[in-house]
């Protein structure tokens, strides 16, 4: 199989166990009561898993984004307003549309107990300006909540990556001008650039700004923009990358901070690759066109049900008796989303196609 037949089997299969991950990623119990946090080996599981291992789908996303956008290795102004255009299909209008989806749904449950889910604030206090600041960051309503995003909150996702896509035409001078200085080994002084500029935090704190859009779609636009296959480039180092990931992983839980959680992010966006490649090119894993085309769909609704989950398990009304009761939830509860999301999505692709289209964003 040629390579670049290869890499796009790749993208295809990680789009939902990616999607997967940002589920667990959403559903850390053991922040939503003292019962979960004091649960001695399934807190420390979940919080392993949700807190360090399943965010690392996120700079994955961004990085194959990056060398989506560049894959042609071409560019103009001609082409960059082209690709806007696409992206206001594919991007745009989801986000907009499942936003206002979702401040529809959350101003009528505010009808009826006097408080707007997830905005936080009484009804009778919500106005149009609020209504607006929604679409966009939800933490500039006074009173409300201090989560900067969108009332779709996974879809800052797709917010920072629609900024980093307007400004497009920058990342593309500033990787082709590092290539042209930089001189043998390009791709390994690249590399160590973004990465030290990630993992110290170099990079200012805005919102729509976000240090991992913009250093991993940077990381991945050098792929697309030399026209080299990254599963060739990172191939060799599947083992040194799960070996170090390991490293970290372990060594956080004594010392914990944001250098070592933005290392194993590099490093783990290397094995993921890695590893993804060697089981698709042996056949192990393969493409399930359901599961892949489902994911966009899963990754929009989910915030509805895996919400309503949290917020049922912290009143208290299911407690979790015992660690294994806990990983069970846990497991359940993710894979409750995954099966609503599949069914939901084939009855609406079935039932109202044209309406479906149109939140997928054009996506089959």
């Not at 993208?11 to 009561?33: D, E, G, K, Q, Y």
């Not at 991007?91 to 979702?102: A, E, Q, R, T, V």
């Not at 749904?105 to 006097?114: D, E, T, V």
């Not at 208290?316 to 069970?328: M, S, W």
Request: net charge positive; aromatic share 18%; charged share 10%.
């Amino acid at each position: 199989m040629r390579p670049t037949d290869l890499q796009s089997k790749v993208i295809a299969f990680l789009r939902f166990p990616l999607i997967v991950l940002v589920l667990f990623a959403h559903c850390n119990f053991t922040t939503i009561s003292a019962e979960w946090a004091s649960l001695p080996f399934a807190s420390k599981v979940i919080d392993i898993f949700s807190q360090r291992v399943a965010p690392i789908a996120v700079p994955i996303f961004f990085f194959i984004s990056g060398y989506l956008f560049f894959k042609t290795g071409m560019f103009s102004i001609d082409i960059w307003l082209k690709k806007l255009t696409r992206r206001f299909q594919s991007l745009f209008m989801p986000y907009l549309l499942w936003n206002l989806l979702y401040l529809l749904l959350a101003i009528i449950i505010g009808l009826f107990m006097n408080n707007v889910p997830i905005l936080g604030i009484p009804i009778n206090n919500l106005s149009w300006t609020d209504v607006f600041k929604a679409f966009w960051n939800i933490a500039l309503i006074p009173g409300g909540s201090s989560i900067t995003a969108p009332i779709a909150i996974q879809f800052w996702f797709i917010r920072d990556l629609m900024v980093v896509m307007v400004f497009a035409p920058v990342i593309y001078f500033a990787v082709s001008l590092f290539i042209r200085i930089s001189g043998k080994r390009p791709l390994v002084r690249y590399l160590l650039f973004l990465a030290i500029i990630y993992a110290f935090g170099f990079w200012p704190n805005i919102t729509g700004l976000n240090a991992e859009c913009w250093l991993f779609f940077a990381y991945g636009a050098y792929f697309g923009i030399k026209k080299k296959e990254f599963i060739v480039a990172m191939l060799p180092y599947a083992l040194p990358a799960f070996i170090l990931l390991i490293i970290l992983i372990v060594i956080e839980q004594f010392l914990p901070c944001e250098f070592i959680y933005r290392l194993e992010c590099v490093t783990g966006l290397v094995f993921v690759m890695s590893l993804t490649t060697m089981m698709v090119r042996s056949g192990t894993w393969y493409v399930n066109m359901t599961l892949a085309n489902g994911s966009f769909f899963i990754f929009s609704y989910h915030y509805m049900v895996l919400g309503s989950i949290v917020k049922l398990l912290g009143t208290g009304i299911i407690p979790p008796f015992n660690d294994y009761l806990a990983l069970f939830i846990y497991l359940f509860s993710v894979a409750l989303v995954v099966g609503l999301g599949l069914l939901f999505y084939w009855i609406m692709r079935t039932r109202l196609p044209f309406i479906t289209y149109i939140l997928m964003g054009g996506r089959r």
